[in-house]
């Protein structure tokens, strides 16, 4: 079965660091999506993106944060300067259509210290 | 705004038994999508089962069933016949491309 592969697993990071969490897709998937889960806490959405723009983001998602689809395949999360509060479990998720199943990876956990 | 509500943040029963998780939400969009998600210690994220807003069948897949009340944005969760193996947390969800999520119901399934 198809899945959503997402690297690294899990990441440590010194605050004020850049972080790129990478993920590939599903080949035929064409709506590509960033969640966000705080240890023990809901997971939450971050951005949304279809046809190499960003279709939808949160108030989470500031400045700090950037996506981008640089190859094709790889479709990947830029965090410029990581804070101790953005430590959390990052998934990816795909979908065929923008009304379709989210398929989600299994998760990038990013620890900031 | 669109919100989910879990009002049971931990449940547990014994094996075989047969338990139901509620949720509700609110929201104003008329085409919409419900899920529920199973997430186990490994935390990865795993669809359980989908409802269409607009179909009022309740989805059923396999052991795992809803209870789709539209007009009470209620979107109950029922296992039956559970099994040490659905010990997770499940997660309610309300959307289409952004998914809303509840706070999550920690299931327990003893032996």
């Known amino acids: 079965e198809p899945e959503v592969t997402q690297t690294p697993s899990h990441q440590v990071t010194q605050m004020g660091q850049e972080v790129i969490l990478r993920c590939v897709p599903i080949?035929?998937?064409?709506?590509f999506y960033w969640y966000r889960q705080i240890l023990g806490q809901k997971v939450e959405f971050l951005v949304s993106?279809?046809?190499?723009?960003?279709?939808?983001k949160s108030e989470i998602f500031d400045d700090q944060f950037s996506v981008e689809r640089p190859d094709g395949s790889n479709f990947t999360l830029k965090i410029r300067s990581t804070k101790l509060e953005d430590s959390a479990m990052y998934f990816c998720?795909?979908?065929?259509?923008?009304?379709?199943?989210?398929?989600f990876g299994a998760g990038s956990r990013l620890t900031v210290l | 705004a669109q919100t989910v509500t879990q009002s049971q943040p931990e449940m547990s029963v014994q094996e075989a038994e047969t338990v139901t998780l509620s949720c509700t939400y609110d929201t104003s969009e008329s085409n919409y999508y419900l899920f529920w998600y199973k997430q186990p210690p490994s935390r990865q994220m795993i669809l359980v089962i989908r409802?269409?807003?607009?179909?009022?069948q309740n989805a059923t897949e396999n052991r795992f069933s809803v209870n789709f009340q539209k007009a009470a944005k209620s979107f109950s969760l029922k296992i039956s016949d559970s099994q040490l193996g659905d010990t997770a947390m499940y997660f309610c969800?309300?959307?289409?491309?952004?998914?809303?999520f509840g706070q999550g119901t920690r299931l327990t399934i003893n032996p």
């Open positions: 998720a795909s979908s065929s259509t923008g009304a379709n199943v989210l398929t």
């Open positions: 969800a309300q959307g289409a491309q952004k998914l809303v």
């Open positions: 080949s035929n998937h064409l709506y």
């Open positions: 409802q269409e807003a607009y179909k009022q």
């Open positions: 993106f279809y046809n190499n723009e960003i279709s939808e």
